[in-house]
């Protein structure tokens, strides 16, 4: 990446017609690598990942002449990724797979046979742990314990109270500490 | 501050939890970040212009069923009513006086004007002969018909 343009910067080129869609290919190499990683955490799966996240870029694209700048960019694109990969979730379960346990099993075959996966048994084990959790409660633990996010940073992304999202990031610690200290887990 | 606190609480709670590296254990396929603005690119510039078209046909779509409502509710609210209006004709009688002064012509006017429309079913058999006032007298005669008794008849 040779230049990084500050939020500014794109936000002013991107009101630009003839800027336009330069503005937004800077916008799409600035994030990009953070929002895989978020979408990621919760898809599992590569291929789906890339679908979730061009969607992402795209109602983006549909919606930033309408961002205020009142709000951090990247906090807005966060919530739209985030919006993005529990829709895909929820389509999953709607869809072939019918229910939860159903979309876990497949969440971590996916794991099991991915090559796109470098980390030891331990940081497999805790992913498959993460896993486990409901949809929402995986997502408020992936911004708090890998993303670092603020409380009030993850109440502007879910809509969700701070006390709530503490609650949630609690229990979740809770159920993924026993999960990877059971001595005898298969999956 | 908040988060000395936060991750005092975490490795109190999840000590386990606590001492994993954070690190990302997904690997990214090669090249990816290097296509991805491209491909995102070609989604949108592909969106932008098929957009036009489909925003005059979901226009199209929303509005043609509009008009056809709106047509029709001002064809029924300017319609003719189910039930015709009948004309009322005012028809004076003559009076005597005035009968005294027609002639023979003017009367025969009068009365066939007057005359009831013929029953349709009744004339399926009728002829209609156009005789002269001798082949009338004649007929008659032929008739034996008293004209006396014919002319005061009602």
Redesign the interface.
């Known amino acids: 990446m040779s230049e990084e343009l500050s939020d500014e910067e794109i936000l002013s080129l991107f009101r630009k017609e003839e800027s336009r869609h330069y503005a937004f290919n800077m916008l799409v190499r600035k994030y990009q690598r953070r929002l895989y990683s978020t979408v990621r955490r919760m898809v599992t799966d590569p291929d789906e990942t890339k679908d979730v996240l061009q969607n992402t870029f795209i109602k983006a694209w549909n919606g930033l002449d309408r961002f205020r700048e009142d709000s951090q960019l990247f906090s807005w694109l966060y919530r739209i990724a985030h919006n993005e990969s529990i829709t895909h979730l929820n389509k999953m379960k709607r869809g072939l797979f019918t229910n939860d346990a159903l979309v876990l099993d497949r969440l971590t075959t996916t794991l099991d046979n991915s090559e796109h996966f470098s980390g030891d048994a331990i940081l497999k084990k805790l992913q498959k742990a993460v896993m486990r959790l409901p949809t929402k409660q995986r997502a408020v633990f992936n911004m708090k314990y890998f993303d670092e996010m603020k409380y009030e940073e993850m109440s502007a992304v879910t809509g969700t109270s701070v006390g709530a999202l503490k609650a949630s990031y609690h229990i979740a610690t809770k159920k993924i500490e026993n999960w990877i200290t059971a001595p005898d887990q298969t999956k | 501050m908040?988060?000395l606190n936060?991750a005092d609480e975490?490795k109190r709670?999840?000590?386990?939890?606590f001492g994993?590296?954070?690190?990302?254990?997904?690997?990214?396929?090669d090249g990816?970040?290097d296509r991805?603005?491209h491909?995102?690119?070609v989604?949108?510039?592909a969106?932008t212009n098929s957009r036009p078209t489909w925003n005059l046909w979901r226009r199209m779509a929303i509005a043609l069923p509009a008009i056809a409502i709106i047509a029709g509710g001002i064809w029924w609210m300017q319609r003719a009513p189910l039930t015709p209006t009948i004309a009322q004709v005012e028809v004076t009688p003559l009076t005597n006086a005035e009968l005294d002064n027609l002639d023979d012509a003017e009367m025969r006017v009068l009365v066939e004007e007057s005359a009831p429309a013929p029953d349709a079913s009744a004339d399926l058999g009728a002829v209609d002969l156009q005789l002269n006032d001798d082949e009338v007298l004649a007929y008659l005669d032929n008739e034996h018909a008293d004209l006396t008794e014919l002319i005061t008849q009602e």
């Open positions: 908040e988060h936060e975490l709670r999840a000590p386990v939890l994993l590296p954070k690190a990302d254990p997904f690997v990214v396929p990816f970040f991805f603005p491909e995102v690119q989604l949108v510039v969106r």
